[in-house]
C-alpha cells in the first residue's frame, strides 16, 4: 500500500499516512480540525543495463523504418573464347 504525505493549510502540521488506493483522500487535520492538503514528491525512478532504447520493445514487423534494399545477384563472367 503507498504512503501519502499531507500538511495542514491551517497550522502546517505535515504527517505521513498509508493508504489503500481505494481509500478517500482525508480532509481534516487531525491536530487543529484544519483543512488539510495532500502534497506530492518526485519520484525516483533508476534504469539499470545496458541501455534503453526505442526499438528495446518492438517487434520488426510493426517497425516503421524499411529495412535495407537487397544486393543484385552477381552477374555470371563471360565464358572464354574456344580458338
Do not use: W
Not at 11 to 17: D, G, L, P, R, V
Not at 22 to 47: I, Q, W
Request: charged share 20%.
Amino acid at each position: 500500500m503507498p504512503t501519502y504525505a499531507y500538511a495542514c493549510k491551517d497550522c502546517s502540521h505535515a504527517f505521513e499516512i498509508v493508504q489503500s488506493f481505494t481509500d478517500s483522500s482525508l480532509t481534516s487535520c487531525p491536530e487543529c480540525e484544519g483543512t488539510l492538503r495532500k502534497k506530492f514528491n518526485s519520484v525516483g525512478v533508476v534504469f539499470k543495463g545496458s541501455g534503453f532504447y526505442r526499438t528495446d520493445s518492438r517487434d520488426t514487423k510493426g517497425s516503421s523504418v524499411s529495412p535495407a534494399p537487397a544486393a543484385p545477384a552477381p552477374t555470371p563472367a563471360p565464358a572464354a573464347a574456344a580458338s
